[in-house]
């Protein structure tokens, strides 16, 4: 199983599109696909119509993997289940807090779902918080949508601090997100950033009305417009994304 | 969670129990899709057995394996035709693993197939997310070997979507109180199957006459100077064979058969281990010999005259009288219905050898222990051919029963065996090697015998390099915990029993 969190310090930059659109284009692959929606917000919820409420909340995720897997929903989609928000995600820092090995109780909460699952994508909130300590314990790879300014750029800088602190951290995968391409500051900090941050990925999602489509059509690009360009970039992200994460696809 | 499947009475129609589900909720009715899908199974029919379903879809997208294991516990994958013969023919991932675990190595063979139409009722909330659906199912069944289609009972399949089952219960239970519906006592598949005959045994013959031919069509594409790929092709043919004689029934006509298989094997596997050979050789000198010129083209003579004539041995192999009678008498064999292999409580289980993984991996430890660089390589084949039936042991039982110790116990096995293989290859390579420089006594153009030696020197030094990795890998065979709890397991559970 292959865990990959949709990870920034900074809030609005994709994360949750990004998140959305990966899973469903795993799952689309064949591969058996979870997406938790960790962020109180569940905009990664609302993109699979599903009601942002969990049994028992944070409480509720946290008795063993029976409970867990009850908690799961199906999505509309082939292979992709849901593990909804919930609005007590905002405490789950309360919650690890008081446990043993406080910063991988995450990790063990995931490790059961690896008979079930290929993939778990892991839509986090924007904060550097306990629980993202357990996110950088629990996933293989971090996948940091940055918009090309130069306040993202610093959350990225900043994140590269902690992890390099912390000394356990994942695969770093950030990539642009919400690109204009008419902006010359958009392309003078593409120009300049892979040169100081050489993990960047070589795509680029570029900032077009189509992401806010999916928060009208409730669903993930590539299902109800799979020819757009947004599509098309959503699709060479993955593949740029499954090979750095070595996924074996036969 | 038990499929949920009813037989509505005659003339249900999808609109009709849309209205009837409109009672209840919300619905969407979809389009009728076309059902076009092959049932796969193992030839003793274990996945029926087990109530899981592994079905080859043909849909508008495309063709999709599918798993489904309960209405709950479904995955499926893209996968092009034609339907897969084997697990080691799937793409990575969860389907591969569990049918992994429940098939083996044994290959899968088709067991019906199914035509006919759907019409899917999509019940909704108020998001318009998906908590259920019903669809009206009309299909025909069809055997392997194209008979008239059987017409099978119309039914109603509730599929229940992963976190809103009690919903499709109170469906179900709600369907079958109607007047005339009743609950359907198997599913539709499992109609399909028993209607065609179902039987499991049979299409593992048709299977085998397949490949019979298969390997037919390959041996007269067979020639030295040809596609080395066809005789490699005749080899996975043949090793199939052999591996699927020994699933239907040892009686004695097919246990001499596959005694004539196994010489047909080291007749085939003498070529083919020079067309490989031969391949790396001509690399290794254009890429790391430093001698070149006259003495290549020498080397690569006398190698091709070599080849050739494994080849003329192998093609005087397939022209005898004993192949024409192997032949003869496998197919002879398939046609025979000898008796069913009974299991120790006399049912129609093959009787599974009395093999014990835990003493198995004694037995390896011993052979693997202090072996060394200087140790003769027949102690390191000896030690792949235990490793190699341990893992086969293990993924037909523990490894099956254990998913996760399971996964990391046969990854050390087949490391270790990646290193094993590697050096049995360059072993192969030094007796050729060998070969080559008595055929050159006495012979003297320029840097000939330079250049075999360097040859001997390369292979001698990737010898080395396996064996110091093979005492790595070995140390961490030997302590590996997931193999050692998965015997531990493998013990309780025998003494138990």
């Known amino acids: 199983m292959t865990i990959i969190a949709a990870f920034s310090i900074k809030g609005g930059v994709g994360k949750s599109t990004a998140a959305a659109n990966l899973a469903y284009l795993a799952a689309r692959a064949g591969k058996a696909t979870l997406l938790f929606d960790l962020d109180p917000q569940g905009a990664a919820s609302y993109f699979f119509r599903i009601r942002p409420k969990v049994k028992g909340g944070v409480e509720g995720l946290l008795g063993g993997e029976q409970r867990l897997q009850k908690r799961i929903k199906g999505s509309d989609f082939e292979n992709l289940d849901l593990l909804p928000a919930d609005l007590s995600y905002r405490h789950f820092d309360l919650a690890f807090d008081d446990m043993k090995k406080r ?140 090979a750095r994460c070595e996924v074996r696809w036969w | 969670m038990k499929p949920l499947e009813l037989i509505p009475p005659p003339g249900t129609s999808a609109d009709r129990l849309a209205d009837r589900l409109g009672a209840l909720g919300r619905v969407r009715l979809e389009a009728a899709r076309r059902i076009r899908s092959t049932l796969l199974d193992r030839a003793d029919g274990v996945l029926r057995e087990r109530g899981i379903t592994l079905e080859w879809q043909a849909t508008p997208e495309g063709h999709r394996l599918a798993w489904r294991d309960g209405p709950l516990n479904s995955v499926s994958i893209p996968l092009s035709a034609p339907p897969p013969r084997h697990v080691a023919h799937l793409p990575e991932g969860v389907l591969r693993r569990r049918l992994q675990h429940s098939v083996g190595h044994g290959d899968l063979v088709e067991v019906a197939s199914v035509r006919g139409s759907s019409r899917r009722v999509r019940l909704i909330d108020r998001e318009e997310k998906t908590l259920c659906s019903v669809s009206v199912e009309r299909a025909a069944a069809l055997s392997p070997n194209g008979a008239r289609p059987l017409r099978l009972e119309d039914r109603v399949r509730v599929v229940p979507v992963k976190g809103y089952e009690g919903l499709a219960r109170r469906i179900a239970a709600h369907l079958a109180e109607q007047p005339g519906w009743k609950a359907s006592p198997e599913g539709l598949y499992e109609e399909a199957a028993r209607r065609t005959g179902g039987d499991a045994r049979a299409r593992l013959k048709a299977r085998i006459s397949d490949l019979l031919r298969t390997m037919e069509h390959h041996r007269g594409a067979i020639d030295p100077r040809g596609d080395p790929e066809e005789l490699h092709d005749f080899r996975v043919c043949l090793r199939r064979i052999r591996t699927l004689f020994a699933q239907i029934e040892p009686s004695t006509a097919s246990s001499a058969v596959a005694l004539e298989l196994k010489w047909l094997g080291q007749v085939s596997g003498a070529a083919r281990d020079l067309d490989v050979q031969a391949e790396d050789l001509w690399r290794t000198l254009r890429e790391s010999c430093t001698h070149h010129g006259p003495a290549h083209a020498r080397i690569e003579e006398l190698i091709e005259e070599h080849r050739h004539e494994a080849h003329r041995g192998l093609a005087d192999a397939l022209a005898s009288r004993r192949y024409a009678r192997l032949l003869r008498a496998a197919r002879d064999a398939l046609r025979k219905e000898g008796p069913r292999p009974r299991g120790p409580d006399g049912d129609d289980a093959p009787a599974r050898p009395p093999l014990s993984a835990a003493k198995l991996y004694r037995k390896a430890l011993r052979q693997g222990r202090g072996l060394g660089p200087r140790d003769p390589d027949e102690r390191f084949h000896r030690l792949r051919k235990t490793l190699k039936k341990l893992r086969y042991l293990l993924e037909a039982g523990p490894a099956r029963e254990d998913a996760r110790r399971g996964d990391d116990a046969l990854k050390s096995l087949k490391g270790m065996q990646t290193i094993l293989g590697d050096l049995n290859d360059v072993s192969v390579q030094r007796e050729l090697l060998e070969w080559l420089r008595r055929e050159l006594e006495g012979e003297t153009p320029a840097g000939l015998h330079g250049c075999v030696d360097e040859l001997v020197a390369l292979a001698e030094e990737r010898r080395r390099a396996l064996k110091t990795d093979f005492a790595r890998h070995f140390g961490s065979l030997a302590s590996s915990a997931a193999l050692r709890s998965l015997l531990e397991a493998e013990r ?4 138990a029993s």
């Open chain 1, 103 to 242: 910063r991988s109780r995450l990790r063990k909460m995931l490790s059961p779902l690896g008979a079930h699952y290929d993939f778990v994508f892991l839509d986090c909130p924007p904060n550097l918080t306990l629980l993202a300590e357990n996110v950088f314990r629990a996933a293989d790879a971090l996948l940091v949508p940055l918009i090309p300014t130069p306040l993202s750029v610093r959350t990225l800088e900043q994140l590269h601090a902690f992890l390099d602190e912390d000394g356990k951290g994942p695969k770093l995968l950030p990539f642009f997100s919400m690109v204009d391409a008419r902006k010359k500051l958009h392309r003078q900090v593409m120009d300049s950033l892979p040169r100081s941050f050489p993990e960047v990925l070589a795509t680029r999602i570029p900032y077009l009305v189509q992401a806010e489509w999916m928060a009208t059509q409730r669903a993930p690009i590539n299902s109800f417009a799979p020819r757009s360009r947004l599509a098309a970039a959503f699709e060479e992200l993955w593949a740029e994304v499954a």
């Open chain 2, 492 to 495: 309780g559970s025998k003494a």
